[in-house]
Each structure stands twice: as C-alpha cells, then as structure tokens.
Antibody, heavy 125, light 108 residues
Framework: QLQLQESGPGLVKPSETLSLTCTVSGGSISSSSYYWGWIRQPPGKGLEWIGSIYYSGSTYYNPSLKSRVTISVDTSKNQFSLKLSSVTAADTAVYYC?????????????????WGQGTLVTVSS | EIVMTQSPATLSVSPGERATLSCRASQSVSSNLAWYQQKPGQAPRLLIYGASTRATGIPARFSGSGSGTEFTLTISSLQSEDFAVYYCQQYNNWPLVTFGQGTKLEIK
C-alpha cells in the first residue's frame, strides 16, 4: 500500500525558509506514471496547490507562489521536498504531499489519489 | 487561472436524505473535474474524477455529473460518515490545478 509521510519543522520564523520532505513508501517515486505534489491548507480554509514534480526533476509551480517555491526530488531516498522562502504568517498551514497519475503523454488519469497525513507549519517569531 | 466556485457554502441535510453539491468553473474544464471529501483532522480523500468516475473503494451512493463549467456531486442517501467538507478541483489546466472553496455538509 502506498504511503506518503511529510516531515519537517513545525515552527518557522518570519522571513525564514520553510523546508519539508515527503517520504514515499510502498512504491517508487521514479515511476513514469506519476507526478508528486504539495498542497497546503491554512487553518479553517480551503486547499491551495503549491506545485508538482516529476521523478526527472521537471517542476511546475503555482504562479502566486512561484517566486518563493522550490520543489526537488531525491530518487535514491524515494523523497521529494518543498522549500518556501521569505515566509510570513500567511504561510501558516497544514502542508500535504500527494500523488497524481498521468499517461505517457502527460494527460492526467487520476488527480491526487494518495495523500500524506499532513503537517502543520506555523510561522511565528 | 481557472476559478472554481462551490455552492452552497454550507448544506444541512438529514441522514438518509439526498445531498446535491454544485461546482462551477470560470471557463470550460471539459470533464477534468474531481471531488474530494475531507473530515476534520484528515487529509482529503479522492471521491470522483473525470467528473463521474468513482475512485477505488468509493461507495455507489456517491455520484458525479456535469461537464464544461457546471458540475454536481450527489450523495444519494446520507450516512453519518458522509458529513464532511467537500472540495471540487479542476485539472483541465494541468499542471496548474485549482480547488473550489469547499462545501460543508452538516447534519440537519
């Protein structure tokens, strides 16, 4: 059974960089059939897609966050990571990692079908 | 950016009754529309994709319909475990995906 698990600091100071890692178990992150994504949810609010990455390192980011986001992949560890720079209180949220399935032509088969449990990151001094 | 608008924000329905949730896209997303269920303290769970295809393990009481800009999620006979927040998501503009703001389904 595929499992995703987020990890990283739960508290980040304003203006610093938020760093999270998603560890994938029960399946390979290097499969050509999947993209891997980060989604966040501020307390009491809705879901916001942050960005996605392919095992090759190809990335796509939400334009509203693009200037501050970096997503990377480490296939040897079956992990992918999120860095969000210059954080403010508005970046306080539960951060989820998730998997999305695609065809060989890059067409989405199923959107985010496996999710991690989420990790709360609070931005505060 | 494709904006997804869900209505109503809150829906009160009695157990055993039918619930109908709506989602509208600011431009056509064809059938590239998904629905998720989220319970407190849990990650979202994929219910429906392709506007009408149930994800693995999803009960038949959940059904989706629509195409283009208008979509509906119907829960035919509400069970206690169905009271949650529901989100729609478009992925027609992949890799730029967007979510609706959610509909809270509460017990009447």
């Amino acid at each position: 059974q595929l499992q995703l698990q987020e990890s990283g600091p739960g508290l980040v100071k304003p203006s610093e960089t938020l760093s999270l890692t998603c560890t994938v178990s029960g399946g390979s992150i290097s499969s050509s059939s999947y993209y891997w994504g980060w989604i966040r949810q501020p307390p009491g609010k809705g879901l916001e897609w942050i960005g996605s990455i392919y095992y090759s390192g190809s990335t796509y980011y939400n334009p509203s966050l693009k200037s501050r986001v970096t997503i990377s992949v480490d296939t040897s560890k079956n992990q992918f990571s999120l860095k969000l720079s210059s954080v403010t209180a508005a970046d306080t949220a539960v951060y989820y990692c998730a998997r999305l399935s695609i065809t060989i032509f890059g067409v989405v088969i199923t959107p985010f079908d496996y999710w991690g449990q989420g990790t709360l990151v609070t931005v505060s001094s | 950016e494709i904006v997804m608008t869900q209505s109503p924000a809150t829906l009160s329905v009695s157990p055993g009754e039918r619930a109908t949730l709506s989602c509208r896209a600011s431009q056509s997303v064809s059938s590239n529309l998904a629905w998720y269920q989220q319970k407190p303290g849990q990650a979202p769970r994929l219910l429906i994709y392709g506007a009408s295809t149930r994800a693995t393990g999803i009960p038949a009481r959940f059904s989706g319909s629509g195409s283009g800009t208008e979509f509906t999620l119907t829960i035919s006979s509400l069970q206690s475990e169905d009271f949650a927040v529901y989100y729609c998501q478009q992925y027609n503009n992949w890799p730029l995906v967007t979510f609706g703001q959610g509909t809270k389904l509460e017990i009447k």
